[in-house]
């Protein structure tokens, strides 16, 4: 089971995108969900992460303020919202399932990856 993540383009900075996070063959509702992020020749980061319930949700401190993680209770769909994008959030953007029912920051507690979708932020 993999999810998929969608919604990334081109956009200008201080510009706006949504992506999405769909899972099929299964479900996560018990499950927290996260954004990572790579760009070329960096390592995966970790972007935003949301509990199971909705209720919890953990953020890098480079998008504090400026994203925004959801998820209708314990659904499968995931969505982050991108204001005030900067040409430092240009990557390739992933949505993995945790673990665990509460957010963490570690790669290592998701898993489900699926093909990412690419943000390019333009100065």
């Known amino acids: 089971v993999q999810l998929q993540a969608s919604g990334g383009g081109l956009v200008q900075a201080g510009g706006s995108l949504r992506l999405s996070c769909a899972a099929s063959?299964?479900?996560?509702?018990?499950?927290?969900m996260g954004w990572f992020r790579q760009a070329p020749g960096q390592e995966r980061e970790f972007v935003a992460a949301i509990s199971w319930s909705g209720g919890n949700t953990h953020y890098a401190d480079s998008v504090k303020g400026r994203f925004t993680i959801s998820r209708a209770y314990a659904s499968v769909t995931m969505y982050l919202q991108m204001n005030s994008l900067k040409p430092e959030d240009t990557a390739a953007y992933y949505c993995?399932?945790?673990?665990?029912?509460?957010?963490?920051?570690?790669?290592?507690?998701?898993?489900?990856w699926g093909q990412g979708t690419q943000v390019t932020v333009s100065s």
């Open positions: 063959g299964r479900t996560f509702s018990n499950n927290a």
């Open positions: 993995g399932a945790s673990r665990y029912s509460l957010p963490t920051t570690r790669g290592a507690d998701y898993g489900s």
